[in-house]
């Protein structure tokens, strides 16, 4: 199947300061890619829907000034946690968008903000 | 009312059972169905995808889409403790354009 990297898979960092997570399509250009956060023991929460070369679309109730989200090439998404608050700590998975039809997840990344 | 149904569970069965997990949703616009499987502190992985009504076999799993009901399955046969993890459906298509809509997942147990 496709692969989606991201990186880093855990991190840890104080209130206050910011934090970018990357997730890469490693076999196939993805124009869209989605950013989800879940909690413990529920599912995921879509945050928006980052398209490649435009704007992100942010769900409601998300903060686009804080949760920063770049599409700079078919490849590559970034999410970048602004004044990161331990309320922020979360596990946050990217996906992308296979034509097709297909979604294939990257592995997730821990964030922990202390 | 929830675009997508699924019982949380927990589930679980012995070693070698059969498993039945469910959902159902309520947009008749979706075409596209999926199942994810989740272990703990891991992303999803992509299970089976299926595109409209019919049912799809991958070794062990089986997939089925009851478009008329609004119902799909996932089946596993001989069960393996392997299996237990979070199992996630998914939809999408339609007028909800690439967007996918979840289940709340149902976590499984498989006893040895």
């Known amino acids: 199947g496709a692969v989606v990297s991201q990186h880093p898979s855990r991190v840890i960092c104080k209130s206050g300061t910011s934090v970018k997570i990357e997730c890469r399509s490693l076999?196939?250009?993805?124009?869209?890619m989605f950013w989800y956060r879940q909690f413990p023991k529920k599912s995921l929460m879509l945050m928006a829907t980052?398209?490649?070369?435009?704007?992100?679309?942010?769900e409601q109730g998300v903060e686009k000034d804080k949760f920063l989200i770049n599409h700079a090439s078919l490849t590559l998404s970034t999410l970048t946690v602004t004044s990161a608050h331990p309320e922020d700590s979360s596990f946050y998975i990217c996906?992308?968008?296979?034509?097709?039809?297909?979604?294939?997840f990257g592995p997730g990344t821990r964030l922990t903000v202390t | 009312q929830k675009e997508v149904e699924q019982d949380p569970g927990p589930l679980s069965v012995p070693e070698g059972a059969i498993v039945s997990l469910n959902c159902t949703y309520s947009n008749s616009a979706f075409q596209y169905f999926m199942w994810y499987r989740q272990y703990s502190r891991k992303g999803p992985e992509l299970l089976m995808y299926t595109y409209s009504s019919g049912n799809k076999e991958d070794g062990r799993f089986t997939a089925q889409v009851d478009k008329s009901s609004k119902y799909i399955s996932l089946f596993i046969r001989d069960s393996q403790p392997s299996d237990s993890a979070t199992y996630l459906c998914a939809m999408s298509g339609g007028n909800t354009g690439n967007q996918f809509y979840f289940g709340t997942g149902t976590s499984l147990t498989v006893i040895p």
């Open positions: 076999d196939f250009q993805a124009t869209t």
């Open positions: 996906s992308a968008d296979r034509q097709g039809g297909e979604q294939y």
């Open positions: 980052s398209n490649e070369g435009s704007k992100a679309t942010y």
